[in-house]
């Protein structure tokens, strides 16, 4: 099927949310459709398209869009993370694609990706009207994630975070680190898969900014979406990269064990090849399965 594209905006705190809606060209409208979040300082041109390119060609429309302070979104502290507030603008794009002609409102889904599965947890446990989520390899538990970095490195990155943290209270400029960087570095991941990672899903045409405020590196630390997965009463589907470095996987797979309409699938790689060849094939075509059961 022949897709279309379109420049859209909406209002998110006030501010102006840049997207990509993606549409199918069929006589067939109102359209269900799938929202897109994506995950950690990624914009909505790193490694979205191709997903959202195939929702719309099995007659879905697909909403790809930049939180506040990213891409091609307003906000006037760039590169600044907060949790709540992308929280925010995950709901201004639900309200934004009920509201839209030609979409249906009665069949909108809720896609996340990363840190962004972490985000459609806590959306859809608030938003029953969802009609189906997917959580892809999907942040769970900052807890679990405490000791893995290096002592000094991890002492490191509490410095500048709290450094952040106090420009930020009292209106100063924000604290940045690099987003990914190697192993030991000062960077918020560092494994050994997230600089290259970043680089394998980031276009020539991106605006993707390689740093982060510092808070953050604490604040994710005590964020554990994960445990909404039980108050979720949508269908969900969780799909886990087995080998991740970055998200890891097994918090994610007790967060399916929660929900109870979920589907769980595995897959024997890590966390960017799901957007990449060959495993982007089989993780696509899963979600593709699932939205036709439920979306359809």
């Given at each position: 099927m022949s897709i279309t594209t379109e420049e859209v905006q909406f209002q998110s705190g006030g501010e102006r949310c840049s997207g990509t809606l993606f549409l199918p060209e069929s006589d067939s409208s109102p359209f269900p459709a799938v929202v897109l979040a994506h995950g950690f300082t990624a914009t909505r041109r790193d490694g979205l398209p191709a997903f959202a390119e195939r929702f719309a060609g099995e007659g879905f429309a697909a909403l790809t869009f930049d939180y506040r302070g990213f891409g091609d979104s307003e906000g006037s502290e760039r590169q600044v993370l907060e949790i709540d507030r992308e929280l925010e603008d995950v709901g201004a794009a639900i309200d934004f694609i009920r509201s839209r002609a030609g979409i249906d409102p009665?069949?909108?889904?809720?896609?996340?990706?990363?840190?962004?599965?972490?985000?459609?947890?806590?959306?859809?446990?608030?938003?029953?009207a969802l009609t189906c989520v997917i959580a892809q390899v999907p942040f769970s538990d900052g807890f679990s994630m405490l000791g893995a970095v290096p002592p000094l490195a991890a002492a490191r990155l509490t410095a500048r975070a709290v450094k952040d943290k106090i420009a930020a209270r009292l209106g100063r400029s924000r604290v940045l680190i690099p987003a990914a960087g190697p192993p030991g570095s000062l960077a918020a991941m560092s494994s050994a898969d997230a600089l290259p990672g970043f680089q394998s899903i980031t276009p020539p045409d991106s605006s993707h900014e390689n740093r982060v405020s510092a808070a953050v590196t604490l604040d994710i630390l005590k964020w554990r979406p994960g445990r909404r997965a039980a108050t979720i009463s949508s269908p969900l589907l969780v799909q886990v990269a087995d080998r991740d470095l970055d998200t890891p996987p097994a918090p994610a797979a007790k967060a399916a064990g929660l929900a109870p309409k979920c589907e769980t699938?595995?897959?024997?790689?890590?966390?960017?090849?799901?957007?990449?060849?060959?495993?982007?094939?089989?993780?696509?075509?899963?979600?593709?399965?699932?939205?036709r059961r439920h979306l359809s």
């Open positions: 009665d069949r909108v889904a809720l896609w996340g990706t990363s840190l962004g599965g972490g985000l459609a947890f806590e959306t859809a446990a608030k938003d029953p699938r595995h897959y024997d790689c890590g966390h960017f090849d799901v957007y990449n060849p060959p495993w982007f094939d089989q993780v696509v075509s899963d979600q593709i399965a699932f939205l």
